[in-house]
């Protein structure tokens, strides 16, 4: 049963600290997304890669966050200084796109990030 | 479940019933449209999908009906169980793959 597979599934974090979440899309997929979901603001797509390369990221805050991907299976989120606000559920996704269009994406069970 | 917004639409229905969920999407350009299923504590799960060709699209219990015109989706499930109860999404992509969500619906399905 293939499926997407994030690590941790939860973290409470004190300020400034760095996190870093794991995600391991379902192979053969050529498409990895990371999605924030907060009360307040709902999904948001922070970025995306397709075959590995960062297609946008313009949804990150620049200063503190960063995506890769470095190899086909893992896609990593990290936050350094985490601050507060930072506390959400992450979300990855993976998805296979090809010369047809795209398709759905699959989504990983989250990481459930604190920072206090 | 608390992954979710406390202050999303509700839409509340009968067991045997027939839900309407509605969503607005907001770029005319997107061409391809997908509906999500999210329970409590899980990421979200696809249900049903549509392209910009056609209107309308039939799965098993579950039916997207797409007016371009006005930018409106719906999802349409027929015989609503308590499984059912869930946050729904719809999404759209803009172009580029890039995949936006809208703000959900919460359905609750009464026994």
């Known amino acids: 049963d293939a499926r997407v597979t994030q690590t941790p599934r939860h973290k409470v974090t004190e300020m400034g600290q760095e996190v870093t979440m794991r995600c391991q899309p379902i192979l053969g997929h050529n498409t990895v997304f990371w999605y924030r979901q907060t009360m307040m603001q709902g999904l948001e797509l922070l970025a995306y890669?397709?075959?590995?390369?960062?297609?946008?990221d313009s949804g990150m805050p620049k200063d503190r966050f960063s995506a890769e991907m470095p190899d086909a299976t893992l896609a990593t989120l990290k936050i350094q200084p985490s601050e507060p606000r930072d506390s959400a559920v992450y979300f990855c996704?993976?998805?296979?796109?090809?010369?047809?269009?795209?398709?759905?994406?699959?989504f990983g069970q989250g990481t459930r990030l604190t920072v206090v | 479940g608390e992954s979710v917004g406390l202050h999303l639409p509700t839409l509340s229905v009968q067991e045997g019933d027939n839900s309407i969920i509605n969503c607005a999407y907001s770029?005319?350009?997107?061409?391809?449209f997908i509906w999500y299923k999210q329970e409590s504590g899980k990421g979200p799960q696809f249900i049903i999908d549509?392209?910009?060709?056609?209107d309308k699209r039939q799965g098993q219990r579950v039916t997207v009906l797409l007016n371009k015109t006005v930018k409106h989706l719906s999802l349409q499930i027929a015989a609503t169980q308590p499984g059912d109860s869930a946050v729904y999404f719809c999404a759209e992509n803009t172009g580029g793959f890039k995949t936006i969500f809208g703000a959900g619906t919460r359905l609750f399905v009464k026994a």
């Open positions: 549509i392209r910009s060709n056609m």
């Open positions: 890669f397709r075959n590995r390369a960062p297609l946008d």
């Open positions: 770029n005319s350009a997107s061409d391809y």
């Open positions: 996704a993976s998805g296979l796109i090809t010369g047809s269009g795209n398709t759905e994406a699959f």
